[in-house]
């Protein structure tokens, strides 16, 4: 019996072979049609037609934008898309689409100067809930306020959105009255308060603030979480009120079944307070490390003891020692070290110093109270040790391994021809761009090993797109422009306080391994031609007058930018996408301390006295 086909659901009628062959001549047609007159660029154009018709060369025809469906002639006028909201920042913008792995953005946004991104992915929200209307002293309030950043930050890098709860959440709830008639301990009453608040934001998880998430981003636990959606009210299995997971109808039953609870006065906690059955009891936690009072006096007994001799202090001794075990984390789960991406070697060790040296401060070893010592959840974690700290190479190609971190600088093809030619700025012009410049060499040169050669532009942007901005991506790279400073809030794309030399502010209280102790890296002619002081000085001096060039925009540089521009299609699309993916992240993050800000909570756990910056360390521009 001939099998029935069906689309849609609906019968289709019997392929004959005549309809076949039909079928697919007009595909064939269809597919060289769009190969042709869409991606021009697809078609290898020999790096210098100039070489035959040399002595005078015409002015390339520039397009007025750079749209490679400009070029099709069956193009129809179109509206560009919508812009979204707050997708401008600086000169950066963007657009987020499910198509970003298009290779070129200006196809569909129209517009030359706006990215495609990939959507932003949801943040789920872990809540935890913090009693800032107590009164307190100053520093014990400062001590919990920086333990509270810390609990966000380690929370905002595993892709969701902390938020600190307080009672005034707890008193929108309409049980609140009835907790208020109960005659229970304040310490239950408190307990209660957590789940009161949590029941009115709904589904999420319900967390402590001493409770941080340590494993990689890949962690299948971690994972779940992020999804967001909790079939079952959950906790876990010797994290006692650590945390919890559930959604919103979960927790009003939880909360409803305690609250009848005739015998409440003898409950411990909101967990005996109701029937075993109400948890489900998750084993596996490996990834979640909860510092709890029993677990410090138990593991970090030098830490308990400050906090019984003096709390506020002990509590930032506590912080400290938490912030170190998140940063040991993360170099054990990058334990074969940071690449630092230097394509070209010979002229690119001034564009990427500030790479190397953000790498350097990632190698570093924590300032820790304790530090030998391993985080509650991982016992057999390799501490860092000054003898041994992770290993920074700068290798050409980027090499996608699930242990090597990877920084990129992205510079601007500018940047790339000026740097590479070592000429001087006013010899750039558009017959050496056409004859002797070579086309997109920064993208073929870092995608030359995961692609091999021979494979055109669009394809490698579109391998680059996704180092830069998958999931996957994102927790295992960074990828900054040259000509851009370092983003101000990289604390927050790696979860810790990234340690930045403590000697120089005169403030090293490390007895142990401290970054001061710390053989300086010296550069391994391995990893490429090491160059001289006055050749980077010169590197410097061009990096600079390049940076300078893409300020300044008189026609004559615009003309030149633009002819660089299109001649390096792949390179530039990937410098616009690389600026404004970090753009993005910034503005995404300050948009939901601007929201937090608006709370009774957003006073707490926010960081203060900061802005300190990053300028400074890497100011020598
Ligand atoms: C893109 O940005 C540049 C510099 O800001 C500007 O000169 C140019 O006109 C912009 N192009 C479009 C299509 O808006
Ligand atoms: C009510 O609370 C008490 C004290 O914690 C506990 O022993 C008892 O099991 C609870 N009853 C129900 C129905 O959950
Ligand atoms: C890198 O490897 C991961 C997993 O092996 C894969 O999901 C990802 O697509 C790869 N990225 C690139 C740019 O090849
Ligand atoms: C830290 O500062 C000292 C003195 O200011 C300097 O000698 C050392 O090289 C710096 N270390 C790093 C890693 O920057
Ligand atoms: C986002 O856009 C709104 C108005 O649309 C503006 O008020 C707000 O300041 C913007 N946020 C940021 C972080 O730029």
Not at 57 to 78: E, G
Not at 200 to 214: A, D, E, K, V
Request: aromatic share 10%; charged share 25%.
């Amino acid at each position: 019996m001939p099998v029935q086909r069906t689309f849609l659901g609906r019968p289709l009628p019997p392929m004959t072979p005549k309809r076949t062959a039909v079928l697919l001549s007009t595909i064939a047609v269809f597919a060289i049609f769009t190969l042709v007159f869409t991606l021009p660029n697809s078609i290898p154009a020999g790096p210098s037609l100039g070489r035959f018709t040399d002595h005078k060369i015409p002015l390339p025809k520039l397009p007025k934008t750079l749209s490679p469906s400009i070029l099709n002639p069956f193009r129809q006028a179109a509206h560009a898309p919508p812009v979204q909201k707050n997708s401008t920042s600086g000169e950066a913008s963007w657009y987020s689409n499910w198509n970003w792995l298009s290779p070129f953005s200006s196809s569909v946004t129209l517009d030359e100067n706006r990215s495609l991104l990939p959507p932003l992915i949801d943040r789920p929200p872990i809540y935890t809930y913090y009693d800032h209307t107590l009164q307190k002293e100053n520093d014990l309030k400062e001590a919990e306020n920086a333990i509270l950043v810390t609990w966000r930050r380690a929370w905002w890098a595993q892709g969701f959105k902390p938020v600190i709860l307080s009672p005034a959440e707890a008193m929108n709830n309409p049980l609140y009255a009835e907790l208020q008639m109960l005659e229970v301990e304040p310490y239950l009453k408190t307990e209660f308060s957590r789940w009161l608040a949590w029941e009115t934001m709904g589904t999420g998880l319900l967390c402590n603030h001493l409770l941080l998430p340590m494993g990689s981003h890949e962690d299948a636990l971690l994972a779940f979480l992020r999804r967001g959606d909790y079939p079952m009210l959950t906790r876990f299995d010797n994290l006692g009120s650590g945390l919890f997971a559930g959604s919103k109808a979960d927790i009003a039953a939880a909360v409803k079944q305690a609250l009848s609870n005739k015998s409440l006065k003898d409950a411990k906690d909101f967990i005996t307070a109701v029937k075993p059955k109400t948890f489900q009891i998750e084993q596996r936690h490996a990834s979640l490390a909860y510092y709890d009072s029993t677990t410090v006096k138990e593991k970090y007994s030098k830490v308990a003891d400050e906090i019984e001799a003096d709390g506020p202090r002990g509590l930032m001794t506590l912080n400290k020692l938490t912030i170190s075990h998140l940063h040991t984390t993360w170099q054990n789960t990058f334990s074969k070290g940071i690449a630092v991406l230097k394509p070209q070697p010979k002229y690119m060790t001034a564009a990427i110093e500030s790479a190397l040296k953000l790498a350097e401060f990632l190698t570093q070893c924590p300032p820790s109270p304790l530090p030998s010592s391993c985080p509650p959840n991982n016992n057999r974690c390799k501490p860092c040790m000054a003898s041994h700290v992770l290993k920074i190479t700068t290798p050409e190609v980027y090499r996608n391994a699930s242990d090597l971190y990877t920084i990129g600088t992205v510079p601007h093809p500018f940047t790339t021809a000026l740097m590479s030619s070592s000429k001087d700025i006013s010899e750039i012009n558009i017959p050496w761009i056409r004859r002797k410049s070579k086309r997109d060499p920064w993208l073929t040169t870092i995608t030359a090993e995961l692609l091999g050669t021979g494979v055109s532009g669009p394809a490698r942007v579109v391998k680059f797109k996704d180092a830069v901005a998958s999931q996957y991506g994102t927790a295992h790279s960074l990828w900054i422009t040259a000509e851009k400073d370092m983003p101000e809030d990289l604390d927050w794309y790696f979860g810790f306080t990234i340690p930045r030399n403590a000697t120089d502010r005169g403030e090293s209280e490390t007895p142990v391994p401290g970054p001061e102790r710390r053989p300086k890296i010296i550069p391994d002619p391995k990893d490429g031609p090491v160059v001289s002081e006055d050749e980077i000085l010169k590197e410097k001096a061009l990096l600079k007058s390049a940076v300078e060039f893409g300020k300044a925009r008189t026609p004559e540089e615009e003309k030149i930018r633009k002819a660089i521009e299109a001649w390096n299609m792949a390179d530039t699309e990937a410098w616009r996408f690389a600026r404004a993916f970090l753009e993005r992240n910034r503005m995404e993050r300050l948009k939901w301390e601007e929201e937090e800000r608006k709370y009774a909570g957003g006073k707490a756990g926010a960081e203060r006295g900061k802005n300190e910056g990053w300028g400074r360390w890497f100011d020598d521009r």
